[in-house]
């Protein structure tokens, strides 16, 4: 059963590879006409993503029609907080909102670990993805890490500073530790559930990881990043705490094989902190692929010249923003796959 | 007229100084109930910051009620891109809508650059302050750094990602060049103005320098605060780029005095970047203060420590959270001035 496009795996295990895999995050989504076209008759989000045939379909769009290297399976880090008791609602142009949130150890209490089984929707169209995709390409699973997951139970939606979630960590500190624990322990079973279901490599999402000092990510996220990692078996693993520059250092502890970079890191320098051992994933700033062609071949051409032709996974520094011109992100992808290294 | 305590001025030129001085950003404002109260009569921000007598008035609360070493004007930074002739709204718990947006070149070319005179009643509140504060403490004055600036004008107001006023940068490069000299005179102007009419030292904040990666942030945003610290004679000058971690050797040769860290910002491994000839100003994560006294005590006692005694002006990393308990940032405030270093 092997994969007859393992690039962005070997890329991820540190083997050798003849040129940089490239996959968005977020490529699957408003960038596409077809799932625009498919948004306009299936309005509601979370009943997309609760329907395995089309989160398949959704899943498969970007893979036809930009000929990226692997496939994301289409869901919501969100999944999680939901099924341990806290219902979101998604709203348009928005964002998630909750219904209710996290305010003390009794709200604790009330939430459950939860074990995995009850996203069997997920694995569903992970089975059926890997079907259609009939090992053309990888698949890739995904999660929120644990503070990122905590962050918006606690804040109730997105937000700026996230300071109600800072002011539980630095008010309730145990209370925090046993929701982080439990949230650990719910990613782990979340994961290993997508691996089972035929997910070739995980990515673990700390998007609000920035908004933390190094003190406090080193006491309230790392310590789960690394229980998350040292759980999961079987496939190689991607951590990406968005704007956490400061902790490039600490993240060699972290038993993850690749290490994803927003577009503030400096390559080099970035390289130099982590050490050689370690796959890097990114960085490209998602605003240039609003440029024109030949712009963006160039910024392109000088990212994948810094990362250098090996342990490098081609990818923008977040997920590619809705209103990206598909010609922008082609001519990214394809200045990817075209060039040589000297 | 020597000030009787000159503490954060000779902090700031790199004079000896017995200990660290300490103001917040944002210290008169919602945490104070003495500013509550007078918004509960004066429920227009914007007619608040126009009218010298009040502004007076809220720039002077937190020095009877905080003992900071430092007044700042209560002022806004769109004071600057209104009188280029963009007007806007301050939206409660929304924050700033401009009833117009920068969208192309002929847009530019209808705005006009601000010779500071259109911002008397700044410099009008300025005087009064002085007079009041009767050389007790110096008096900081600010504006917003061009790239910020640009950013609310073209953007409309706060956003996420800054991504349209980033696709201008990208898109519209020569344009976006000349609407940020534009903006870079006028804050020269209204600066000059300022310390025309009183001010000890200013301030520049670039508020969302984080959204840009290192080579935008050389190409747009570095270049304009060098234009206007070379231009600005007289007095000591911050300059606060937020979550530019990656900025500080850049800093280094930007004619200021003291450079601004964020929270995220590890505090050796910045001095070592920016070098030994520049003050530092920060850094606590204003989420700390929602702590109780012995953590907040403990987490500031660990910053001065780590800061030195030498070169350092105490402040947060971020303008105070309006929700922020007044007792946690007077314990913030006391732990500063009573620490004996070693």
């Given amino acids: 059963m092997n994969l007859k496009n393992d690039l962005l795996l070997r890329a991820a295990r540190g083997e050798t590879i003849e040129r940089t895999p490239v996959w968005l995050m977020r490529q699957a989504g408003r960038i596409l006409p077809q799932y625009r076209a498919l948004r306009k008759k299936v309005k509601d989000f979370k009943g997309l993503i609760a329907n395995p045939e089309l989160a398949c379909e959704v899943t498969l769009q970007p893979v036809k029609e930009l000929g990226v290297d692997a496939a994301i399976i289409f869901s919501d880090i969100?999944?999680?907080?939901?099924?341990?008791?806290?219902?979101?609602?998604?709203?348009?142009?928005?964002?998630?909102?909750?219904?209710?949130?996290?305010?003390?150890?009794?709200?604790?209490?009330?939430?459950?670990?939860?074990?995995?089984?009850?996203?069997?929707?997920?694995?569903?169209?992970?089975?059926?993805?890997?079907?259609?995709?009939?090992?053309?390409?990888?698949?890739?699973?995904?999660?929120g890490a644990p503070w990122t997951l905590f962050a918006y139970m606690v804040e109730g939606g997105g937000s700026k500073t996230f300071s109600k979630a800072k002011k539980f960590l630095f008010t309730e500190s145990e209370s925090a530790h046993k929701l982080l624990d439990m949230i650990s322990d719910s990613v782990i079973a979340y994961l290993q559930g997508q691996i089972d279901a035929g997910v070739d490599i995980v990515q673990i999402f700390d998007s609000w990881a920035g908004v933390l000092s190094p003190e406090a990510y080193n006491n309230y996220s790392l310590p789960y990043l690394q229980k998350i990692c040292n759980a999961i078996d079987g496939v190689p693993i991607i951590v990406f705490a968005k704007d956490a520059h400061y902790v490039l250092e600490d993240m060699k502890e972290v038993k993850c094989d690749v290490v994803g970079l927003d577009w503030t890191m400096p390559i080099s320098e970035s390289r130099k902190r982590l050490g050689k051992k370690k796959t890097l994933q990114g960085n490209l700033d998602p605003c240039i692929l609003y440029s024109d062609a030949a712009d963006i071949k160039l910024a392109t051409e000088v990212m994948l010249k810094e990362f250098g032709s090996q342990k490098h996974i081609a990818n923008l520094g977040h997920g590619v923003y809705p209103d990206t011109p598909l010609d922008g992100v082609k001519c990214f992808i394809d200045t990817v796959k075209q060039y040589k290294f000297e």
Avoid at 82 to 89: A, I, Q, S
Avoid at 103 to 110: F, L, Y
């Fill in 78 to 143: 969100l999944v999680i907080p939901e099924e341990m008791g806290l219902p979101y609602n998604m709203i348009d142009s928005v964002g998630p909102r909750f219904q209710k949130t996290v305010k003390n150890v009794g709200d604790i209490k009330s939430l459950h670990v939860c074990d995995g089984d009850e996203l069997d929707y997920v694995y569903e169209a992970i089975s059926l993805v890997k079907e259609d995709l009939n090992n053309k390409i990888p698949l890739i699973g995904f999660s």
